[in-house]
């Protein structure tokens, strides 16, 4: 029986993996889209799609052409927000804004307390890509974030969400506000 040497062996097999990948995928550097060249002027505005991945496997789209204002997630849980921006001249920034609404309920009045939504002052979740003009960039960026809503006897939480694409020429397009909330 032939003796094998394990180190060259698993060594050969790791550095042929990573070999085949990066010809499987042409070893770019933009996981979505296209790789470009970011140009000095962007005559395009960019576009954005919102999609929310709820605990029981629906999945709700928002654009901002969309007149979805409430999302009801059943028995409440943790849903996936993703945020896709594209732009064929280059996208220079995908972000989730989610402003949490917190109730309280008083146990012995059962009565509400809070539910204004925060103030932010910048995105909660961004894919932001800081090259310029003449360097290269791509035409898509995705961002995600995890939120859990909540709806309890002694309170419940829900969020103000809205997504904003940002191009390279400062075009800022965004969804409407959303309310995302336990049902």
Same mark, same amino acid.
């Given at each position: 029986?032939?003796?094998?040497?394990?180190?060259?062996?698993?060594?050969?097999?790791?550095?042929?993996?990573?070999?085949?990948?990066?010809?499987?995928?042409?070893?770019?550097?933009?996981?979505?889209?296209?790789?470009?060249?970011?140009?000095?002027?962007?005559?395009?505005?960019?576009?954005?799609?919102?999609?929310?991945?709820?605990?029981?496997?629906?999945?709700?789209?928002?654009?901002?052409?969309?007149?979805?204002?409430?999302?009801?997630?059943?028995?409440?849980?943790?849903?996936?927000?993703?945020?896709?921006?594209?732009?064929?001249?280059?996208?220079?920034?995908?972000?989730?804004?989610?402003?949490?609404?917190?109730?309280?309920?008083?146990?012995?009045?059962?009565?509400?307390?809070?539910? /204004?939504?925060?103030?932010?002052? $910048?995105?909660?979740? !961004?894919? @932001?890509?800081?090259?310029? *003009?003449?360097?290269? %960039?791509? +035409?898509?960026?995705?961002?995600?974030?995890?939120? /859990?809503?909540?709806?309890?006897? $002694?309170?419940?939480? !829900?969020? @103000?969400?809205?997504?904003? *694409?940002?191009?390279? %020429?400062? +075009?800022?397009?965004?969804?409407?506000?959303?309310?995302?909330?336990?049902?």
């Amino acid at each position: 029986m032939k003796k094998v040497n394990r180190r060259f062996h698993n060594g050969t097999v790791v550095a042929f993996a990573m070999l085949l990948g990066a010809a499987m995928t042409g070893c770019r550097t933009c996981p979505f889209g296209q790789e470009i060249v970011i140009p000095t002027a962007d005559n395009t505005a960019p576009t954005v799609v919102m999609d929310f991945h709820l605990p029981n496997g629906n999945i709700v789209t928002v654009t901002p052409a969309s007149t979805t204002t409430t999302i009801d997630v059943p028995g409440g849980g943790r849903v996936t927000v993703i945020v896709s921006a594209r732009d064929s001249e280059g996208v220079k920034d995908a972000q989730i804004w989610a402003a949490s609404k917190i109730w309280k309920t008083d146990p012995i009045t059962h009565t509400e307390s809070g539910g /204004v939504a925060g103030t932010l002052g $910048r995105p909660t979740a !961004s894919n @932001e890509d800081t090259r310029s *003009a003449g360097q290269n %960039g791509c +035409t898509e960026r995705v961002v995600s974030q995890n939120l /859990v809503v909540r709806n309890t006897p $002694r309170g419940r939480t !829900s969020y @103000e969400v809205s997504a904003h *694409a940002i191009n390279f %020429g400062n +075009t800022d397009v965004s969804t409407p506000k959303v309310t995302l909330q336990a049902q």
